[in-house]
């Protein structure tokens, strides 16, 4: 089969959600109808997916994380992020709305840990499993 060659939208991307998806399928030895199968989703459209052609919907967001044991805000931030960087990257406006979205970070960070009961601003779920993310 021949390889299949990314948009260079893609690969310009610094994160790539497909990439990371097909990273965790393959370091757990499993193919793409074993995957497609237990999560319930058409193997063509995950395959799209891993290629990064199409990002799963939300509820296949949740299924893959349970699938692969990633808590589901990782996996919900990686298909935001991969949505934003599709959508948006090569509009001009992007690297200011980036900034805006920084500035505001540390007083999200503040309002949802003392939503969930927490008292430090640095207990972010997004800020300690940030690396399962990145990988």
Do not use: C
Not at 44 to 64: C, I, W
Not at 82 to 109: C, M, N, W, Y
């Amino acid at each position: 089969m021949a390889s299949r060659k990314q948009s260079n939208k893609s690969e310009s991307s610094p994160f790539q959600m497909g990439p990371w998806l097909r990273r965790l399928r393959t370091e757990r030895q499993l193919v793409l109808r074993q995957v497609a199968a237990a999560v319930d989703m058409d193997m063509a459209h995950l395959s799209k997916v891993e290629l990064g052609d199409r990002l799963p919907t939300q509820e296949q967001a949740s299924a893959l994380a349970h699938f692969y044991d990633i808590p589901p805000y990782e996996m919900e931030a990686a298909r935001m992020a991969g949505k934003f960087l599709r959508d948006l990257q090569d509009h001009p406006a992007a690297p200011r709305a980036l900034e805006i979205v920084q500035e505001s970070a540390a007083a999200f960070t503040v309002r949802k840990s003392a939503r969930n009961g927490s008292k430090t601003p640095g207990n972010s779920p997004n800020r300690t499993n940030r690396k399962k993310v990145e990988a």
